[in-house]
């Protein structure tokens, strides 16, 4: 099946600093990806919408300017946590799918820690 | 968003079969989906079907879906220690994924 490729897994950052995850479509193409973040026992909940090309489209009660979202190409977004808290530690997904009509293929997920 | 609702925890003795429920209040989905999450790791598509189905076997794993009443649920017979995980429910429409909170399924030896 598809693969989508998630970096880093893990990270550790000073409070105050930024991080900055990749999510890789490594062998189809994806006008669309998503960015979900998960809380300790709690479901993911869908943070925003990559679209290639344009602005990303983000959920009520996620801050943009926080959560920035840049998808630069068919096969890869990133999304930046900027002057990550402690309370930005979380558990991030990405997802991706070639078409409309086709599954989603998730990420291994990045857990982020912030000290 | 839309709801998806799922008890958060289930118990079992390995061998015995597994039932995990979702509920979902979308009447447009288009699909629903079994993903399994293991501590650390991403979501793995276990399965899924389609919103005009009523039933999926897949080895050890049946999906039953009850578009009525809006209900889903997934069976693994003779469960074993390795299905211990979370589980999560989800229903699309499209590309946009709406998750459960996920049932935490752990298997007593």
């Known amino acids: 099946g598809a693969v989508v490729s998630q970096h880093p897994s893990r990270v550790i950052c000073k409070s105050g600093t930024s991080v900055k995850i990749e999510c890789r479509s490594l062998?189809?193409?994806?006008?669309?990806m998503f960015w979900y973040r998960q809380f300790p026992k709690q479901s993911l909940m869908l943070m925003a919408t990559?679209?290639?090309?344009?602005?990303?489209?983000?959920e009520q009660g996620v801050e943009k300017d926080k959560f920035l979202i840049n998808h630069a190409s068919l096969t890869l977004s990133t999304l930046t946590v900027t002057s990550a808290h402690p309370e930005d530690s979380s558990f991030y997904i990405c997802?991706?799918?070639?078409?409309?009509?086709?599954?989603?293929?998730f990420g291994q997920g990045t857990r982020l820690t912030v000290v | 968003g839309e709801d998806v609702e799922q008890s958060l925890f289930l118990s079992v003795r390995e061998g015995d079969s597994s039932v995990i429920n979702c509920t979902y209040t979308?009447?447009?989905?288009?699909?629903l989906y079994w993903y399994k999450q293991e501590p650390g790791a991403g979501l793995q598509l276990l399965t899924y079907i389609f919103s005009n189905m009523d039933m999926k076997q897949d080895q050890r794993l049946t999906v039953l879906l009850n578009k009525k009443d809006k209900h889903l649920s997934l069976r693994i017979a003779d469960t074993q220690t390795g299905d211990s995980a979370i589980y999560f429910c989800a229903e699309s429409t499209g590309n946009q994924f709406y998750f459960g909170t996920g049932t935490s399924l752990t298997v007593i030896p």
């Open positions: 979308d009447s447009s989905s288009t699909y």
């Open positions: 990559s679209n290639e090309g344009s602005k990303a489209t983000y």
């Open positions: 062998d189809f193409q994806a006008t669309t």
């Open positions: 997802s991706a799918s070639p078409d409309v009509n086709t599954e989603a293929f």
